[in-house]
């Protein structure tokens, strides 16, 4: 099972500022299947990137994957404050999914 | 508008059983893939199973399989989830998500579109 990584575990940010969040996995995920979703407080996650780097339907052009192999990276050029929330890395391989543990994006 | 809409969570003693069911609107359900992911109280997604469009296909996470049984009736749009020999460490709130996929033969599917849509959780508490 490959395993997902995070980092880091909170990120303490004000709006306007950049954030970035790492991915890494214990071996070479395809950038095909792996995904980034946005989770807040009493909801369902909502799907942000797919395909390492490819934006979902409605979402806005601040957010940006990119990445390759064992590493991979969320970007929010400018922090809005509906950005505060949890985000989850996402892999797919050999019949399995996995996420990773998540970043806490939290109002500094 | 595409929905999908959980129902079946509950509170179950540990060992019994429990079913979950996802009701799709909205789209044409027996084109794409379903998962179930849960999350535990307070902790990160975890994925628990997928079922391929026809039915044709099943996985599961190691820590439910040989328990849990994921099937779909496409002709009535709906999702289940059979949850046997229930654990304390089941608790959580179940998701249904669809699994979009660009190609799909009888070995494999490319899901490459994430879990495009979920529903909104149905909640699982396992406890004496």
């Known amino acids: 099972e490959i395993v997902l990584t995070q980092s880091p575990g909170t990120l303490s940010s004000s709006p306007g500022e950049r954030a970035t969040l790492s991915c890494r996995a214990s071996?070479?995920?395809?950038?095909?299947?792996l995904a980034w979703y946005q989770q807040k407080p009493g909801q369902a996650p909502r799907l942000l990137i797919y395909g390492a780097s490819s934006r979902a339907t409605g979402i806005p052009d601040r957010f940006s994957g990119s990445g390759s192999g064992t590493d991979f990276t969320l970007t929010i050029s400018r922090l809005e404050p509906e950005d505060f929330a949890v985000y989850y890395c996402q892999q797919y391989g050999s019949s399995s999914w996995t996420f990773g543990q998540g970043t806490k994006v939290e109002i500094k | 508008q595409v929905q999908l809409v959980e129902s079946g969570g509950g509170v179950v003693q540990p060992g019994r059983s429990l079913r979950l069911s996802c009701a799709a609107s909205g789209v044409t359900f027996s084109n794409y893939g379903m998962h179930w992911v849960r999350q535990a109280p307070g902790k990160g997604l975890e994925w628990v199973a997928i079922i391929w469009y026809d039915g044709s296909n099943k996985y599961y996470a190691d820590s439910v399989k040989g328990r849990f049984i994921i099937s779909r009736d496409n002709s009535n749009n709906t999702l289940f989830l059979q949850m046997t020999s229930l654990r304390v460490e089941d608790t959580g709130v179940y998701y249904c998500a669809r699994a979009p996929f660009s190609y799909c033969s009888s070995i494999t599917c490319r899901y490459n579109y994430g879990m495009d849509v979920w529903g909104q959780g149905t909640t699982v508490t396992v406890s004496s």
């Open positions: 071996q070479s995920v395809s950038r095909s299947y």
